[in-house]
């Protein structure tokens, strides 16, 4: 069995026509998955699982990769030739919000109109790991979550420190952490590619930014370098902003 065969394929649409396959599974508050480079791989899938099991309803949207690929080195180059000519996605623009974060949106706002709630989770990994600040612009986001924000590419003390967010929307992002919208970033001490990022969003945002260091030079917090600590912060911060 593939391990997506027990999820539901489908695709979203936004309202410029812009669509993406996408997987779902459980039940309970909802959570949009992003997943990192390579794409969907058998570690994100298995952390994905762990979500629905501790009671959600998962969203993983394929923006590039094969799902189920292996992280190897062909998996990663190919996937890094579909950004590199996607026009929706950008490896180095600073003070520029990823075109994709539109897309997501939408799919935030729909996920939020079926299930309710208080709103829906949102979390990006690595490449995607701003994404989800991306996706808080909109109300519907009440729970996003940073995982190693990795772009743009932190080449130049410009990059290093920039959100990934135009001017507009950190306006809206220092509006909604105000309004009392906190956001989780998870990252291990050592990694070069997140850059000063954290201490970015500490200084836009104060409080509102929940930052897990961990110890080491690892990456990816939960998947291939799966830091238990960054596991059960994440459970818990959904917990409080989904469950309420």
Not at 130 to 156: E, I, K
Not at 165 to 189: E, I, K, M, W
């Amino acid at each position: 069995m593939a391990l997506l065969d027990t999820w539901t394929r489908g695709e979203h649409v936004d309202a410029d026509g812009t669509a993406h396959p996408t997987y779902r599974k459980g039940e309970g508050p909802g959570i949009v998955l992003v997943h990192e480079i390579p794409g969907i791989s058998p570690e994100v899938v298995g952390y994905a699982e762990e979500l629905v099991a501790a009671g959600y309803t998962v969203v993983l949207p394929q923006l590039f990769g094969r799902p189920e690929a292996p992280v190897g080195v062909a998996s990663v180059a190919r996937a890094m030739a579909q950004i590199c000519v996607s026009r929706e996605m950008s490896m180095l623009a600073a003070g520029r919000t990823t075109p994709v974060a539109g897309w997501l949106r939408s799919l935030a706002r729909s996920l939020h109109a079926e299930l309710g709630g208080p709103g829906v989770g949102a979390l990006g990994m690595c490449f995607t790991g701003g994404f989800a600040l991306a996706m808080m612009v909109d109300p519907a986001v009440a729970a996003p979550v940073l995982a190693q924000p990795s772009t743009p590419f932190p080449l130049g003390r410009r990059r290093a420190a920039d959100l990934g967010l135009s001017p507009d929307d950190l306006a809206t992002v220092r509006d909604r952490a105000a309004g009392g919208c906190q956001v989780l970033g998870l990252r291990y001490r050592g990694d070069r590619m997140v850059g000063t990022r954290f201490e970015t969003l500490t200084r836009e945002i104060g409080d509102a930014f929940l930052r897990v260091d961990l110890p080491g030079s690892k990456h990816s917090t939960l998947t291939l370098h799966r830091h238990e600590e960054a596991v059960e912060a994440v459970l818990e911060f959904f917990e409080a902003q989904l469950r309420r």
